[in-house]
Nanobody, 120 residues
Framework: QVQVVESGGGLVQPGGSLRLSCAAS????????MGWYRQAPGKERELGAV???????NYVDSVKGRFTISRDNAKNTWYLQMNSLKPEDTAVYYC??????????????WGQGTQVTVSS
């Protein structure tokens, strides 16, 4: 069994910064891609950023240059540093990972979601 726990959301003023964290624990052999999705009110969930097992990153155009995804493989943890936040970044943020378990399976796991609100 694998658990994924997010932290770091909150209320921030436009132009401010937040750092989200996601930690996976349990029967983990390795983690391939790690990502951050977000879902704004009335909109579909979208991929915000992803980092592969090799460290390559990709971002949705709307966050390029402002958000940075990183990972710490030793801790099975990944992060989303969000700078220059805008009101349109307001959403529930979900972390996601492709986990290879010790039983040999490859499964997708999600965090519980954390609210990020950008408002003055």
């Amino acid at each position: 069994q694998v658990q994924v726990v997010e932290s770091g959301g909150g209320l921030v003023q436009p132009g401010g910064s937040l750092r989200l964290s996601c930690a996976a624990s349990g029967s983990i052999r390795s983690i391939n891609a790690m990502g951050w999705y977000r879902q704004a009110p009335g909109k579909e969930r979208e991929l915000g950023a992803v980092i592969t097992g090799g460290g390559s990153t990709n971002y949705v155009d709307s966050v390029k240059g402002r958000f940075t995804i990183s990972r710490d493989n030793a801790k099975n943890t990944w992060y989303l540093q969000m700078n220059s936040l805008k009101p349109e970044d307001t959403a529930v943020y979900y972390c996601n990972a492709d986990v290879r378990t010790w039983s040999g399976g490859l499964y997708e796991y999600w965090g519980q979601g954390t609210q990020v609100t950008v408002s003055s």
